[in-house]
Nanobody, 124 residues
Protein backbone atom coordinates (compact mmCIF):
# COMPACT_ATOMS: atom_id res chain seq x y z
CA UNK A 1 0.00 0.00 0.00
CA UNK A 2 1.12 3.54 -0.74
CA UNK A 3 0.19 6.66 1.20
CA UNK A 4 0.53 9.98 -0.59
CA UNK A 5 0.78 13.46 0.92
CA UNK A 6 0.76 16.55 -1.28
CA UNK A 7 2.22 19.92 -0.36
CA UNK A 8 3.22 23.18 -2.00
CA UNK A 9 -0.14 24.61 -2.95
CA UNK A 10 -1.10 28.19 -2.27
CA UNK A 11 -2.19 31.52 -3.68
CA UNK A 12 -0.20 33.00 -6.56
CA UNK A 13 -0.74 35.75 -9.11
CA UNK A 14 -1.24 34.95 -12.76
CA UNK A 15 2.12 34.40 -14.42
CA UNK A 16 3.67 33.11 -11.23
CA UNK A 17 5.03 29.69 -10.33
CA UNK A 18 4.47 26.98 -7.76
CA UNK A 19 6.06 23.61 -7.19
CA UNK A 20 3.88 20.84 -5.81
CA UNK A 21 5.41 17.89 -4.02
CA UNK A 22 3.93 14.50 -3.29
CA UNK A 23 5.66 12.41 -0.66
CA UNK A 24 4.97 8.69 -0.77
CA UNK A 25 5.34 6.07 1.89
CA UNK A 26 6.36 2.50 1.19
CA UNK A 27 9.40 0.75 -0.20
CA UNK A 28 7.90 0.09 -3.62
CA UNK A 29 7.43 3.69 -4.72
CA UNK A 30 9.88 3.27 -7.59
CA UNK A 31 7.61 0.66 -9.19
CA UNK A 32 4.61 2.97 -9.46
CA UNK A 33 3.60 5.25 -12.25
CA UNK A 34 2.61 8.60 -10.78
CA UNK A 35 0.11 11.17 -11.88
CA UNK A 36 -1.23 14.60 -11.01
CA UNK A 37 -4.92 15.37 -11.40
CA UNK A 38 -6.94 18.44 -10.53
CA UNK A 39 -10.52 19.32 -9.78
CA UNK A 40 -11.98 22.81 -9.96
CA UNK A 41 -15.25 23.72 -8.22
CA UNK A 42 -18.23 22.40 -10.17
CA UNK A 43 -16.03 20.51 -12.60
CA UNK A 44 -14.97 16.92 -13.03
CA UNK A 45 -11.53 15.74 -12.04
CA UNK A 46 -9.05 16.29 -14.85
CA UNK A 47 -5.76 14.64 -15.75
CA UNK A 48 -2.80 17.03 -15.60
CA UNK A 49 0.45 15.07 -15.92
CA UNK A 50 1.93 11.62 -15.37
CA UNK A 51 5.34 10.00 -15.21
CA UNK A 52 6.46 6.41 -15.58
CA UNK A 53 8.14 4.42 -12.81
CA UNK A 54 11.63 5.20 -14.16
CA UNK A 55 10.93 8.81 -15.09
CA UNK A 56 11.62 8.25 -18.77
CA UNK A 57 8.06 8.63 -20.03
CA UNK A 58 5.85 11.62 -19.27
CA UNK A 59 2.43 12.74 -20.39
CA UNK A 60 0.58 16.06 -20.12
CA UNK A 61 -2.83 17.45 -20.85
CA UNK A 62 -2.60 19.91 -23.74
CA UNK A 63 -3.55 22.91 -21.61
CA UNK A 64 -0.40 22.64 -19.47
CA UNK A 65 2.17 21.57 -22.05
CA UNK A 66 5.14 23.89 -22.04
CA UNK A 67 4.16 25.33 -18.64
CA UNK A 68 4.13 22.35 -16.24
CA UNK A 69 6.84 19.74 -15.68
CA UNK A 70 6.44 16.49 -13.78
CA UNK A 71 9.48 14.80 -12.27
CA UNK A 72 10.30 12.23 -9.63
CA UNK A 73 13.01 11.37 -7.14
CA UNK A 74 12.80 7.66 -6.41
CA UNK A 75 15.55 7.84 -3.82
CA UNK A 76 13.37 10.17 -1.75
CA UNK A 77 9.95 8.74 -2.69
CA UNK A 78 8.75 12.06 -4.07
CA UNK A 79 7.09 13.27 -7.23
CA UNK A 80 6.97 16.93 -8.21
CA UNK A 81 4.88 19.17 -10.40
CA UNK A 82 6.61 22.40 -11.38
CA UNK A 83 3.99 24.87 -12.54
CA UNK A 84 5.08 28.00 -14.39
CA UNK A 85 3.14 30.77 -16.15
CA UNK A 86 0.12 29.97 -14.05
CA UNK A 87 -3.30 31.09 -15.23
CA UNK A 88 -6.54 31.65 -13.30
CA UNK A 89 -7.98 28.59 -15.04
CA UNK A 90 -5.32 26.47 -13.29
CA UNK A 91 -7.13 27.11 -10.01
CA UNK A 92 -8.14 23.75 -8.53
CA UNK A 93 -7.40 21.18 -5.90
CA UNK A 94 -4.45 19.16 -7.14
CA UNK A 95 -4.15 15.47 -6.30
CA UNK A 96 -1.29 13.08 -6.81
CA UNK A 97 -1.97 9.43 -7.49
CA UNK A 98 -0.10 6.17 -7.94
CA UNK A 99 -0.73 3.34 -10.39
CA UNK A 100 0.79 -0.11 -9.95
CA UNK A 101 1.24 -0.67 -13.69
CA UNK A 102 4.15 1.74 -13.72
CA UNK A 103 3.22 3.70 -16.83
CA UNK A 104 2.41 7.37 -17.34
CA UNK A 105 -1.35 6.81 -17.49
CA UNK A 106 -3.77 9.65 -18.14
CA UNK A 107 -6.82 7.60 -17.12
CA UNK A 108 -7.74 8.12 -13.47
CA UNK A 109 -9.23 4.61 -13.35
CA UNK A 110 -5.69 3.22 -13.59
CA UNK A 111 -4.71 4.80 -10.27
CA UNK A 112 -5.12 2.89 -7.04
CA UNK A 113 -3.83 5.36 -4.46
CA UNK A 114 -4.67 9.03 -4.04
CA UNK A 115 -3.51 11.85 -1.82
CA UNK A 116 -5.77 14.26 0.02
CA UNK A 117 -5.11 17.14 -2.35
CA UNK A 118 -3.59 20.60 -2.12
CA UNK A 119 -5.32 23.83 -3.14
CA UNK A 120 -3.84 25.98 -5.88
CA UNK A 121 -5.41 29.39 -6.42
CA UNK A 122 -4.27 31.71 -9.20
CA UNK A 123 -5.50 35.28 -9.03
CA UNK A 124 -5.88 37.47 -12.11
Amino acid sequence: QVQLVESGGGLVQAGGSLRLSCAASGRTFSRYGMGWFRQAPGKEREFVAAISWNGISTSYVDSVKGRFTISRDNANNTVYLQMNSLKPEDTAVYYCAANSVGYAHSDSDAYLYWGQGTQVTVSS
